[in-house]
């Protein structure tokens, strides 16, 4: 960097953020081999290779095939509010599926695991369509009244246009 040019701080915190990263990267791929035991670390290694062919081969696929779906069937207006209910109930339906899977397996103690998970995701995958449909119909009324001031604007504009 020259003398006369002034310091770009989003480069500069871009690159510390890089370096803090690396560190942390290496410190825990350091501390997998230190600390894991290898059989676990082939295990772990197999595992990732799963979730890789899980994710490319079925999870890929099946967003696209939905992104299609909606694409051709969904309205242009709705669908950003049908892509946002998607991808938030997908996240709550990955995080509570191994708990439903779970559930009873546990001794008390755990009590976490004595909940009603299939329950509990069934009223938030309600929660989230209820706000989905709230934000729809809130952006369905602002288009309304915006149309209308359009054609009240257009009306009187032609009617000043016919009295000259």
């Known amino acids: 960097m020259s003398a006369g040019q002034p310091l770009d701080r989003v480069l500069l915190a871009r690159?510390?953020?890089?370096v803090a990263g690396l560190a942390l990267l290496a410190y825990g791929v350091a501390q997998l081999f230190v600390v894991v035991a290898w059989p676990d670390l082939v295990l772990l290694g197999l595992w990732m290779v799963g979730a890789l062919v899980v994710h490319d081969g079925l999870l890929s696929p099946l967003v696209l095939a939905v992104g299609a779906g909606l694409r051709r069937f969904v309205p242009a207006r709705?669908?950003?509010?049908?892509?946002?209910?998607?991808?938030a109930g997908s996240m709550i339906t990955v995080v509570?599926?191994?708990m439903i899977y779970l559930e009873g397996s546990q001794p008390p103690e755990k009590a976490i695991l004595l909940q009603r998970y299939g329950l509990n995701l069934t009223v938030l995958l309600g929660l989230v369509a209820v706000v989905t449909l709230v934000l729809y119909a809130v952006r369905v009324a602002a288009d309304g009244r915006s149309e209308e001031r359009r054609s009240a604007?257009?009306?009187e504009g032609a009617a000043q246009s016919g009295d000259s």
Do not use: D, K, T, Y
């Not at 690159?15 to 890089?18: E, M, N």
């Not at 709705?78 to 991808?87: I, K, S, T, Y």
């Open 78 to 87: 709705g669908r950003g509010f049908v892509q946002l209910a998607l991808v």
């Open 153 to 155: 604007e257009s009306a």
């Open 15 to 18: 690159r510390a953020f890089a």
């Open 96 to 98: 509570a599926l191994p």
